[in-house]
Structure formats: structure tokens, C-alpha cells
């Protein structure tokens, strides 16, 4: 019965004949900017227009985007959703009325034409895999991460400790984050959270350094985790000493792989996100599902970068997002 | 009834803009969205604007949307518990924290916002604590429940357009607020209280027991509207959930005509407010194509309004003077 | 012999206030020594026009002259340039700071840039002295008595070294003894040479002081006064404009049987003195003391505003325990309190409200407001009190202070109490509506309420009680029935600590 | 001086209980962090304290933070301005906005909550919309300009601890205030019209300027502690920079022994309020692995902490009253 409403569903409706469709975050980050830039290139390579949204008080902000673009009238949605299982009803009303593609974390169970991403917990793998690297002889570690209740943070730390234990890969594992975990030569002392909050952040690093003052290796797990472990650790006068290992692309975070105090750091390409996703919208949005593979599973694999790495790498970004 | 008049003047000026701007605007999907947020925002206003009325503030309106929002799918999901227990225990939490709050603030004397800061700070907390920072929902469960939030109650004679079911929620809380507040003794001791503390006590105005109950109303329907919420999007992260809804709840009120000083408002002004903030949201998807100013541009609007507001009032007045003395001189 | 030179002139002042024209072309002179009185009845313009005088306010038409000079008055700062201070009729202090801060606010005395606090404390004594308050300038103002604050607003007027002093009923709060150490005060500041306007309700003062009185009514000039003129009479014929025969018209009845039995009541604030003494149906009993005496604690503990630590009270025979005036009303009390503003109206409420708030509950139907009912009350209240309002929707704040003395009572009346508690009833209210209370005082009695009134106006005691209580520091220093009752009795036992307890 | 004594007690305790639990407490390199973080918020704090003394509330203090943190980088590492154009630049935007916010109120006589509140939307709206919602930081660059954060001064003769650069911002910050406030013709001035506005108006004060300064001084003071900030993080995120430091400030300056009342505040005390508030978060991460309850644990805090003080206060009066009795008695 919602047929009379004006404004919806179809894609003639867009003014000017030209596609439109919108890509929505899980929350504002210099990540998503990367994404925008992909979002922005592949706008203009397939002709369509685009949109990046990114929602500023969790799940009710993107509940509220994904609805008022439904209202508008848009071509293809491709969302990063925040709570996957609850909101597939939302998900799936949504994909109802446009094409609909998840990226950076998956929604299985929702009606979503695919998936575009990594594996959050592989990705944390690799991570793990890195603090074992600068580690050999084992050693204390201490995990710095924004928030843990999204699901994407979640699996993403449930692999790196799954990676340091040397545990078989399971992404259904949960360890909680109070408490000491143990095993392999490795003791993992905790997990501490920030809610974005830079400056508790860095408070929080601070307090593990007076905490535990041989600790062995730092994993910031949030894009600005690492740089504000570097923050702290130059401050402490301990830079090198203690090991950093990092997630995502900051730029202090590349430049300290450069300079040998970060370790490595692993890499998403949220560039190819939002290339990918609006490249695969506006077939959809043209009516060809030739682009949907059977796994319904585009693969933008995470990298491991190091100090050989680096140089390479940061060029490439920089031409990317058109950063000097 | 001035001061309603001039936020009504705003929200439709906002309205005719957002309409003139985009055809989506008036479209029934679009319509019945603003009227189920409205609704929502409105309910915890409300419960705010008995806390203003009598002179106090509630900065714990947020983190009890957070606190019921949370518990009632970790209870349900997580422990099994049988709907009717959930909800119980819900409105348990939410009248008991109202009931602790009015204690702290007539027994010790503790200022309000200091009393409901730490309730801020300390309810969040503890949906934190229980959920241990996990997400929880109602995945594809409890669709009799969520009705609730989510359900359309269709209108007779009228296709395409159903009114979302919080509505019927924000209209029994409205009435029944409005009728207490205007034509009951309670009300009226709560306006007298709210103006003047002491003389009310002189006149034999149970000060005490008023205040609290104004705290309990407030924390109740922030607990109802912290469950409607929850019923709404269906999935609640403890960190986020509910982050600066006493400052909208509080910004709705003062909008909709209630003083921070107390012993003013009206239940409708509140409702006019909810909704001004909302169009306002939506306006900004609906029209431009980035949303990351929108906080600015809803901070600018509310302060030209009451701006405007009180630039039209002082206008009115000197006219109303110069008049008088014309008159005086003839 | 030449009058001494004008000081200060004003010429057809108009001020309007949103829906009322307060003054509409009042004209005033003041010459040097001279003490000039201004009267009229509650809301003609008085305090308006000092206002207007001092730069708190501007005029919206007319002209003031200061040494034949015309001048612009656009702050308060101005008029204390040109010499011009003025005691506002309410309180006005800070009172989180202390005495001496209070009295030079605005005028510090400063010491390489920072507040020479040692030199306000010690100027601050002198003033102190001058107007008889023996307090340490260094206590916090919020701590004094109400009579006490308004003797630091006189000091704090007199540390200005003004040439005009302008008092706005300076002795509605004070104390007979407090107010007599003013009146030297004022003489001797009239041979300086300072001119004086000094308003009063208290037409006594006015005669005993005066060498001029202005009369205002309905904001505008009603006549002047000469010195040889100024009698009772007279004054109250140009305030009212009609004569008010028989101002006390006390007619003692037959006391009726014991309607409040007060034994060993201890007050929080006095614990030490237990006080004893009943009131009869019909009888008016008034309660003299000096400022700090202890009466308004007195009548508080019995209402149960500030619940008493001990002792028995009985209304009609009936114990009640007093621990809120919820119960103190529900045994047939009543209080109409000393703080008109504070305690007894709400100011932004309509006389309705105002009217019927302690009655609300009673005249409820399941809780609801019962309009019909309300209306009819405030109706009632409003014609049998004669309140001067133009409907029963007003805010109270926009009545005369008269106007909004009888809403308190209406709201009592309306209750119809057995025991009317009065505190200070007549505190700033003008003739007319002074003469209108004890109307209603009389009647209440004569209807068999047995009335408790505090007053420092021994004029009123003597007039109005069947029987005196006097306090002094918290005790009851004496009873004084009708025949013994005299100013220099109530005096006596009011200062003479060594009387019989 | 009786409420900064409770304060000071309870901080007392905090301290001894952390100390007795960790023993990484009372380690230099902990104390530092301590007394740079308690620096930075007494800063903010301070200013707040201003506006509270007055009888008003500044709500926008966190956007203030939010808006001079990224607007300093921003123009410093975007545009390429030079350090004393950048930070002149900040100076102009905090005390311009300090002063918009006094104008509103004084002139217009909107409510402190109303205006601060749409501030709050507004400065962080801004600072989201120049930077486009981009993290903006130093990188490696600025080394000398944040030393004024992070720098140290060593101590003569003391070996192993020196002091954070930002304790000295505060310890002049501090002075200043104090003796502003108790000392100067403005202080008494402010005081004055805090407790009573028209005591104050009518001795010849001019209200409205003093209101305004106080404004001034509190964004004045938000936007020193947001470039502090910023210098001591590195990097801001407009989102998110500076979240509910306006809460955090006001808790801290009404723990200090604020009262919301206006004409009551000292120095002293807000920096104790906001050192408690860092000595607990500090105390949650050394003591406990889990620092998701932190928030409820500061407010359980808080909230105990004036209630007891409260407690104290009364049982003190009661006992004295006890004893007059006693005396008078005898
Ligand atoms: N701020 C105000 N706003 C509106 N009306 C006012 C204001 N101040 C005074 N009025 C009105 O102006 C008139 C004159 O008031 P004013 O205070 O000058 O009277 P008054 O002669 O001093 O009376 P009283 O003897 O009761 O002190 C009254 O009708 C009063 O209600
Ligand atoms: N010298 C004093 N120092 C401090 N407080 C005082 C002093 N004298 C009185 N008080 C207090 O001031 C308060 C009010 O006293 P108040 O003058 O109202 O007493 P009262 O006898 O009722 O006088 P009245 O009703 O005539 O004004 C009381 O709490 C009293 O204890
Ligand atoms: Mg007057
Ligand atoms: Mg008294």
C-alpha cells in the first residue's frame, strides 16, 4: 500500500536522468574519508551521483540516514551496518525499495544483494600475526580499541588474540575484555576502550605505561589508536622500547613504521569500499545482477604492511585520496 | 499561549521551506517517519517538562533511555525472561530512579544537577556494566512486542498513510499530562511550587512529595521512551544509546515555552518543540547532500527562533506603549 | 528670610510600565535641609518617581533639575555623581557578602588595583555605628535579620555622602527603638544641610518629621502640605480622598472558649525559653517585641514551617503536632506570613490561584479543579475583601502590595480557620487598605476566630488587642490585658532583660 | 571554605585507597599524567566557574574545545598559516564566541541554557564543517608549540619527576582567577550579581558587562584548554573532540563547591573537583581490567561523595544546636 507515495522507490525518479546513490558509514573517521574518495572516483568513472553519510550517534542516526534516503529516493544504498542481526529488518525493508550492498561489515542473514569487505577476524589474524613478529620471545601485551561493541571491533580483536594464543581460527570465539589471557608465551593483559574520546585514549595508554611499566607490545586496533600510543610513549621517553603494532592508515602510524617505532600495521582498503560498492550499485541500479558473484562476497583483502612496505604504500594512498 | 505561538510560526516556516525544497517532504513514507520520531522525542520531553515546570532540570534523561533501552532485550534475549517480566522490570527501574532522584534533591538538598548529572554518568554505567559493552537487540524476535514502536494503525477512508503506533503513545501521555497539569489539584500545586517554593509550603503544598513525583514522571516516560526506542531500531549499543537526548528533551522544553526557572509550560509547546528538532533533522538529509553540519544548522535555526521570538516580543511591547501613550495623550 | 537653595527639581515626570501609566506628570521640589514626605496610597507612583530620581529608571517624559541644572539621569552611577542616593523600599544586598562589601558595592576603596578590604571594614563600623547596628562588618549578610538588613541599607546609603538621601519606607522592618535611633539620624543629616525625601506609611513618623508633605495619588500630584498643616487627618483625606472615621475601632467582645492552647512550646531557634499562652475564640491577641525577638520563629514553630522541638499545642482543644502547615492547616490554622513576596503570594500566579491554593484540595472533585468553584471563591474573596484588581485572572505581581496582603488573607478566609496567625499584616501597605485589615481583623473576631498578631507598629498593638504578648529574646517577658496596656509597658518588658519570665 | 574541605577530604580518600591498591600510583611518571590531565581540565573548569558564579551555565564548553582543537591544526597544517596567526586566530574565535553568548543573554535576556546549548550544536557543527569531518593533528611537525603541553620542567634538586608544562598554564590560570575574583572591584562585582542581580544593578554596577565578561572568560579559558588539548593528543577529530567536557567542567566546578545558584565558587575547589575527576578514571584502569563501568564509578562517587558531605554538614548543625541547648540550659 506504500505504491502512492511520491518521491520513492523507482529510479526514474532522480532529477536529471543521472543515478543516485548513497554510501552510509558506521560513524565518522578519517577512514571514511579514504572511503569517500573511492565513493567519489567511481562516481565519476560510471556516471552516477553520490553520497557519503556518515552517521554521528550510532544506530539510531543510521537508521534515521538510511530512512530519510529511502523517503528521497535513491538508486542503491551500500551500508556498513552497525548491529547486523537487529538491524536486518531495517536491512531488508530497505532492500525492498533499492538495490542494497553491505561493505566494511557484513549483514549474513539480511537480504543484501553482497557483501564488499574483508573478514574483520582474518584481518585481526594478521595483526596477531604481527605482534608475534615484533614479539618473538613472547612477552605482555595491552589492547587499545575505540569501542567493542560493534561487531566489526569485536571479531577484529577476537582474532588478534586468537593470533597471539596461536588458537585455530574460530571467529565465533569470545573472550571477555576484563581479565588476563594467557598462553603461547604471551600474556594479554586486557583491553582498554575510549568511546573515541582522544584524550582518554591517550590517558589510557599513559595509565597501562604506569600500570605495567615493562610492557611489552601495544595494539591499537582503531585507525587513531596507534598514533596516540606514540603520543604516549614519546612522552614516557619509551618510544622503541615498547612495541606498537597498529591497525589501519593514519598517517603518524605510517610515518612511525617509517622511523621503526610501529612494528606494522594492517591495511583495509577502504578506498576500494567505496570504489567497489558504487561501481556494483549502479549496475544494480541498471537492473544487471551480473555483477552479484555466487558467494554474494566481494573481497577487498586486508595487507600487512611494514617497514619495506611503507614507502610504497603511502604513495599509492596519497595519489588516491589526492592528500600532498 | 505567546510563546507557542512563535515556535509554531518556526516549525512551520521550517515546514513550507523543507516542502518547497523537496517533494519528498510531504510524502506519507516521509511523514509517517517524522511523526514516529516526533513521538518518541516527545514522550521524554514531556517527562522533562514536569522536572522544568517545577524549577529543576533532569540531565539523567539520556542514559535511562539507555538503561531501559538496553535491559529490556538483554533481559528478554540474553536471560529469557518472559515479556511482562521485562516490562516490569523496566518500569521498576525507571520509576525508582525518578523516586531516587526527587530522595537526593527534597530530603539532602542536593542541587538537581548535580543529583541527575551523576545519574548520567552512573546509568550508562551500569548498561554498560550488565551488557559488558555488547550490542544487544531483539534480532528477528518479539514482533507483537515491537509493534509497539513500529506498528501502523491505519486510518480509516485514508490510503497510503497510516499513523505510526508511538503517535498513539505521545497522545495518551499528552493528554493525560496535559489534563494533570492544567485541571488537577496536583498540577497546579506542581505550577505553585515550581513559581514559588516557599509560599507553596506556606500554603500547605506537600513540596516535597510533589518535587519527587515530577522526578518519577520524569525518569518514567524517559523509561517508556527509552523502551519505544529500543523497540524502534530495534538494537541498542550501551556506549551511544539514548548520548544527548536530555539535551534534546531539554532543548524541546525550553522551546516549546517552558522557563528554567519553573512554574511554566505546556504539554503542546513541548510537542511543538520534539518536532521543530526533528523536521529540522530531517530537512537537512532530505535537502543537502552532507549531514555533518547539521547539529550547526540546528543550533542556528533555534537560536535565530527564540531569537526572532524575543525581537517580535519587544517590538509588540514598545508598539503597545507608543499606542497607549498616544491614547493617554488624547 | 530666604528658603535655602533647591537642590533638586522635577517637572512633569511620566512613566509607564506595560498596561499601567505609573506616573502621569509628577512635579517635586527639595530644597537644602529640608525633609520632605511623599504619601499615597499603595501603588500611586511613590517609589516609582525615587526610581526615576535616582537613575535606576528613566522617565519617559519630563525634566530634573539638580542645582537649577537640568540633568540626564541614566544610571544609577549618575545620581551618585550629582550626590543622589536612594534606599530602595525591598532589600537589595548581595547575601553571600558580607556587611562591609555591601556597603561599598559598587564603590570600592581600592589599594594598588586590589579591594582594600581592611579600610571597607573599618569605614564600614563608622556607618554601622551611625545607624545603631552593633554587627560585625565582616558577617555575612545573609545571616542578619530582615530589620538588620535594612539597617545596613541605610548605612550603605549614608557611606555614599549624599546631598539628596531619599528613604523608601525605611521602617516598615524596624524596630520602634531601631527606628527612633533613624529618626536622630535623619536630624542630624538635615543640619548638614542634606535634603531628605522620606516615604512612610506610618503617617506618625510622617507628622513627627516632615517639614513638607507631597501627597501622590493615581501617579500624579494630589496636594502639598505645609509644615503647619501636616496632621492625621488631613493627610489621610488627600491619600483616600475621603475621610476614614475611626481608625482603631476596637469594640472588645466576649471571648468565646480557649480556641489555642500554647504549653512549654520550644523553638529551634530560642529552645531554651518554653512558651505558654492561649488565645480564646473571638479574642485578639497581639504580640509585641523588638526586632529579632523571636516572633516570627514563634508563630513559624506553631504553623509548622519550622517544626517545634517541643512542647504541646491544642486548637480547640484538639493536640496537633505541627510538622508541616499541611498539618498545621488541616487543624484550623492559619498564617498570613511576614514575607509578603516570599512566603505568602506567587507572584506570577492570577488572584484565582493565589485565592484558592490552600483551598484546591478541599473544593477538588477526585482531584480535578473544580473551576466552577474556583471562580466562585476568588469571586467572593475579591468582593468581601474589596481587592483593587481589574479581574480575578491578574498576576498578583502587578497588585499593590495592600492588594496583595488581602489575596493572603482571602486565601486564609477562604479555609476559614480557627486561629488566624498575622504576621507583620500591615507591613508597607498604605491607610486605606491598613484601615480595611483591621476592619477585617475586627470582624474575623467578632465571627469568633481567635486572632494572633504579631506587629512592631505599637500604634496597632495599642489599638487593636484584647490582650498583649510581649517578647523579648525569645521569652515571654509579660502579658499585658487591656487596661495595662500603654507604650511604656510594652517598652518596659519589651528591653527589660531582668523582667519576670 | 566548610565545602572545599568535604571535597578535598573525599579526594583525600580516592587517593589513599588508589595508592594502597596500585602501587604504580604514586610513581613519578603517573603523577605527571595526573597533574597534566587534572591541568587541562581545571582550565576548562575554571572558566566555567566564572559563568557559574553569576548564576548562569555555559553548555558549550566542549564545543569551544572541539572548535580551537581543530581549528588550530587545521589552519596551522591545511592553510599553512604561522603559529601566532593560528593561535591569534584562536584567541579571536573563543573570546568572539564568549562574548556572542553574553550579548544574547544580557541583551536579548535569552537563557544562559538556551544560548550555550545552540553553541553547543553550533561551534562543534562548525568544526565539523571546515575540516569535512577530517581528523586533523600536528604530525610530527609543531614540536616547539606543543611543548606547551607536553613539555616538562625539571624541578632544582628533584630527580626523576618534573613538572608538566600545562600545570603551569593552570597555576597562572589559577592565580589570576583568584585574585580576580576575591581581590578585584570586577570579582566583588561578579559575586554581587550572582547572588542578587538587582542588589547589584541598583548599587551602580553594570550587570550586564560583568554578565558578558564571565562569558567571555569561560570560552576564553575553553579555547586555551582545547589548543592544550589538542597539543598534548596530536590529533582531533571534530566529531568527537571534546565530548562532554562541558559536563565534565561543571561537575568539576560545582564539586569544588559552586553553587548553581550563582555568588558562591572558589579556585581552589574546582581544581580539586577536577582533580577528583581524574584521579578516579586514573584509579579504574590502574586498579580494576575493566574500564567500561568507569563512568557509573565516577558518579556513584560524586553522588556519595556529596551526600556524605551533606550528611556531615547537617549532623555538624545538629550537634551545635545540641550544645547551644546544653549551655542555654545550664
Ligand atoms: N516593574 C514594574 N512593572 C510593571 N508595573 C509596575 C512596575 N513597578 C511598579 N509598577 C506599577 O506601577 C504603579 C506604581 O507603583 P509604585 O511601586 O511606584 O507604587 P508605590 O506608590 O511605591 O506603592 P507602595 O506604597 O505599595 O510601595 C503600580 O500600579 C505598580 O503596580
Ligand atoms: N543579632 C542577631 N544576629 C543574628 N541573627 C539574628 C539576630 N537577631 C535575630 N536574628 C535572627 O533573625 C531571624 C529573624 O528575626 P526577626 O527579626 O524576624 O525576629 P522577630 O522577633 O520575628 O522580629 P520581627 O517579626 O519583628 O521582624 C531569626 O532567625 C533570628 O534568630
Ligand atoms: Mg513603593
Ligand atoms: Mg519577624
Excluded at chain 2, 522490570?89 to 544537577?113: D, E, K, N, Y
Aim: proline fraction near 4%; include cysteine; hydrophobic fraction near 45%.
Amino acid at each position: 500500500n506504500k505504491s502512492t507515495e511520491g518521491g520513492s522507490g523507482g529510479g526514474g525518479a532522480s532529477s536529471g536522468g543521472k543515478k543516485k546513490v548513497a554510501f552510509v558509514s558506521n560513524g565518522v573517521a578519517s577512514f571514511w574519508t579514504i572511503a569517500a574518495a573511492g565513493v567519489k572516483a567511481a562516481g565519476e568513472k560510471v556516471g552516477v551521483e553520490t553520497e557519503t553519510l556518515m552517521p554521528v550517534e550510532g544506530i539510531s542516526d543510521q537508521k534515521r540516514i538510511i530512512e530519510d534516503l529511502l523517503t528521497r529516493g535513491i538508486d542503491g544504498i551500500a551500508v556498513s551496518p552497525i548491529d547486523p542481526v537487529n538491524q536486518t529488518e531495517l536491512l531488508n525493508r530497505a532492500a525492498k525499495r533499492t538495490p542494497l550492498v553491505t561493505h566494511d561489515s557484513d549483514a549474513p542473514g539480511s537480504d543484501r544483494a553482497v557483501y564488499i569487505g574483508m573478514d574483520n577476524y582474518g584481518a585481526g589474524r594478521l595483526c596477531g600475526d604481527l605482534v608475534r613478529e615484533a614479539m618473538p620471545k613472547g612477552g605482555t601485551v595491552m589492547l587499545f580499541i575505540g569501542r567493542l561493541e560493534q561487531d566489526n571491533a569485536k571479531r577484529r580483536r577476537q582474532g588478534v588474540i586468537d593470533a597471539i594464543l596461536g588458537r585455530p581460527s574460530n571467529p565465533t570465539n569470545f573472550d571477555p575484555p576484563s581479565g588476563v589471557i594467557e598462553g603461547n608465551g604471551f600474556r594479554i593483559l586486557g583491553t582498554l576502550t575510549d568511546q573515541f574520546d582522544r584524550a582518554k585514549g591517550k590517558a589510557n595508554a599513559e595509565d597501562a605505561l604506569a600500570k605495567y611499566p615493562d610492557l611489552g607490545c601495544m595494539v591499537g586496533l582503531f585507525a587513531y589508536n596507534p598514533p596516540l600510543l606514540l603520543e604516549a610513549l614519546a612522552q614516557a621517553n619509551k618510544l622503541g622500547q615498547v612495541k606498537v603494532v597498529a591497525f589501519d592508515e593514519d598517517d603518524a602510524t605510517l610515518a612511525g613504521i617509517q622511523k621503526g617505532s610501529v612494528h606494522g600495521t594492517v591495511v583495509q582498503n577502504p578506498y576500494m569500499y567505496g570504489y567497489k560498492s558504487v561501481e556494483v550499485l549502479a549496475e544494480l541500479a541498471k537492473g544487471n545482477q551480473a555483477v552479484i558473484p555466487a558467494s554474494k562476497f566481494i573481497d577487498i583483502p586486508a595487507r600487512q604492511i611494514r617497514k619495506a612496505e611503507v614507502d610504497a604504500f603511502w604513495a599509492d594512498l596519497k595519489a588516491k585520496t589526492g592528500a600532498k | 499561549m505567546r510563546k507557542i505561538l512563535g515556535i509554531s510560526a518556526l516549525l512551520f516556516v521550517v515546514c513550507v521551506v523543507t516542502a518547497s525544497l523537496s517533494n519528498s517532504f510531504l510524502s506519507a513514507y516521509n511523514l509517517e517517519n517524522l511523526i514516529r520520531r516526533t513521538a518518541l522525542f516527545g514522550i521524554i520531553s514531556i517527562g522533562v517538562a514536569f522536572v522544568i515546570v517545577t524549577g529543576g532540570i533532569d540531565l539523567s534523561v539520556g542514559s535511562v533511555v539507555c538503561l531501559v533501552g538496553c535491559g529490556v532485550p538483554w533481559l528478554l534475549t540474553t536471560h529469557g525472561w518472559s515479556v511482562p517480566a521485562a516490562l516490569a522490570a523496566a518500569v521498576v527501574a525507571s520509576l525508582g530512579i525518578g523516586l531516587f532522584h526527587g530522595l537526593m534533591i527534597t530530603r539532602l538538598r542536593l542541587p538537581p544537577f548535580v543529583v541527575t548529572l551523576c545519574g548520567l554518568l552512573l546509568y550508562r554505567g551500569i548498561a554498560r556494566g550488565f551488557t559488558r559493552d555488547q550490542t544487544v537487540g531483539f534480532g528477528s524476535e518479539y514482533k507483537g512486542l515491537r509493534a509497539m514502536a513500529t506498528g501502523e494503525i491505519p486510518i480509516p477512508f485514508v490510503s497510503g498513510f497510516s499513523l505510526p503506533a508511538p503517535w498513539i503513545f505521545l497522545l495518551v501521555v499528552a493528554i493525560v499530562a496535559a489534563v494533570f497539569l492544567n485541571r488537577t489539584v496536583f498540577g497546579r500545586h506542581l505550577l505553585a511550587l515550581g513559581s514559588n517554593e516557599q509560599a507553596a509550603r506556606y500554603s500547605g503544598i506537600k513540596t516535597g512529595r510533589m518535587t519527587v513525583l515530577a522526578y518519577v514522571i520524569s525518569s518514567g516516560l524517559a523509561g517508556l521512551g527509552g523502551l519505544l526506542f529500543v523497540l524502534d531500531v530495534n538494537s541498542a549499543q550501551p556506549v551511544d544509546f539514548g548520548n544527548f537526548y536530555e539535551l534534546y528533551a531539554i532543548a524541546a522544553a525550553v522551546l516549546g515555552g517552558c522557563s528554567l526557572r519553573g512554574g511554566e509550560g505546556t504539554i503542546v509547546g513541548v510537542i511543538v518543540g520534539a518536532a521543530l528538532m526533528q523536521v529540522l533533522r530531517n530537512m537537512i538529509t532530505l535537502v543537502t547532500t552532507h549531514n555533518n553540519i547539521e547539529f550547526a544548522i540546528i543550533g542556528a535555526v533555534i537560536l535565530a527562533g527564540v531569537t526572532a521570538d524575543e525581537l517580535v516580543r519587544r517590538m509588540a511591547a514598545r508598539k503597545r506603549a507608543r499606542q497607549e501613550a498616544a491614547a493617554n495623550a488624547a | 528670610m530666604t528658603p535655602p537653595p533647591l537642590l533638586l527639581q522635577a517637572t512633569g515626570l511620566i512613566k509607564s510600565y506595560p498596561g499601567v501609566r505609573a506616573l502621569k506628570g509628577v512635579s517635586l521640589t527639595l530644597r537644602r535641609g529640608e525633609v520632605l514626605a511623599v504619601i499615597g496610597e499603595n501603588g500611586a507612583g511613590k517609589s516609582t518617581l525615587m526610581k526615576i530620581l535616582a537613575g535606576v529608571q528613566q522617565p519617559d517624559g519630563g525634566s530634573i533639575a539638580v542645582d537649577g541644572r537640568e540633568v540626564r539621569l541614566s544610571s544609577v552611577l549618575d545620581a551618585q555623581a550629582l550626590g543622589i542616593a536612594l534606599i530602595h523600599q525591598e532589600l537589595n544586598l548581595a547575601d553571600n557578602l558580607d556587611v562591609a562589601a555591601n556597603i561599598f558595592l559598587g564603590r570600592e576603596r581600592l589599594k594598588r588595583g586590589l579591594i582594600d578590604t581592611r579600610r571597607h571594614l573599618e569605614d564600614a563600623r563608622v556607618h554601622l555605628a551611625a545607624v545603631g547596628l552593633s554587627v560585625d562588618p565582616a558577617t555575612s549578610v545573609g545571616t542578619l535579620s530582615l530589620g538588620q538588613q535594612q539597617l545596613v541599607e541605610i548605612a550603605k546609603a549614608l557611606s555614599v555622602d549624599a546631598r539628596v538621601l531619599i528613604f523608601d519606607e525605611p521602617t516598615s522592618s524596624l524596630s520602634s527603638s531601631e527606628a527612633a535611633n533613624l529618626f536622630r539620624v535623619i536630624e542630624e543629616l538635615r543640619s548638614r544641610g542634606v535634603g531628605i525625601v522620606y516615604i512612610s506609611h506610618r503617617l506618625g513618623e510622617v507628622k513627627a518629621l516632615a517639614d513638607r508633605v507631597v501627597v501622590l495619588r493615581d501617579g500624579e500630584n494630589a496636594g502639598e502640605l505645609p509644615k503647619s498643616g501636616i496632621e492625621h487627618n488631613a493627610m489621610v483625606r488627600m491619600m483616600v480622598g475621603r475621610d476614614l472615621s475611626q481608625f482603631y475601632a476596637h469594640e472588645p467582645h466576649p471571648p468565646g472558649p480557649v480556641a489555642l492552647e500554647v504549653d512549654g512550646l520550644r523553638t529551634a531557634a530560642h529552645p531554651e525559653h518554653p512558651l505558654s499562652f492561649r488565645v480564646h475564640a473571638g479574642e485578639i491577641v497581639g504580640v509585641a517585641g523588638l526586632v529579632g525577638a523571636g516572633r516570627t520563629e514563634m508563630l513559624e514553630a506553631l504553623f509548622g514551617v519550622t517544626p517545634p522541638v517541643a512542647g504541646v499545642v491544642r486548637v480547640a482543644g484538639v493536640e496537633v503536632q505541627p510538622e508541616s502547615p499541611r498539618d498545621a492547616i488541616r487543624a484550623g490554622l492559619a498564617l498570613v506570613p511576614e514575607d509578603r513576596k516570599r512566603q505568602g503570594v506567587i507572584l506570577q500566579m492570577a488572584v484565582r490561584e493565589n485565592v484558592s491554593l490552600a483551598a484546591l484540595q478541599r473544593d477538588s472533585r477526585h482531584g480535578f479543579l473544580d473551576r466552577v468553584r474556583e471562580d466562585g471563591l476568588a469571586a467572593a474573596m475579591i468582593g468581601s475583601l474589596r481587592i483593587k484588581t481589574p479581574s480575578a485572572e491578574q498576576p498578583v505581581q502587578f497588585l499593590s502590595g495592600g492588594n496583595q496582603q488581602k489575596v493572603v488573607l482571602g486565601k486564609w478566609l477562604a479555609m476559614k480557620p480557627k486561629v488566624l496567625l498575622l504576621d507583620e499584616p500591615t507591613r508597607g501597605i498604605d491607610v486605606g487598605a491598613k484601615h480595611e485589615i483591621y476592619r477585617l481583623m475586627e470582624d474575623l473576631a467578632r465571627e469568633g476566630v481567635a486572632i494572633l498578631f504579631v506587629s512592631s507598629e505599637l500604634e496597632e498593638i495599642l489599638g487593636l488587642s484584647d490582650r498583649t504578648l510581649v517578647l523579648h529574646e525569645g521569652r515571654i517577658t509579660g502579658e499585658l490585658s487591656r487596661n495595662a496596656l500603654s507604650e511604656e509597658a510594652v517598652l518596659h518588658l519589651a528591653t527589660d532583660t531582668e523582667a519576670l519570665a
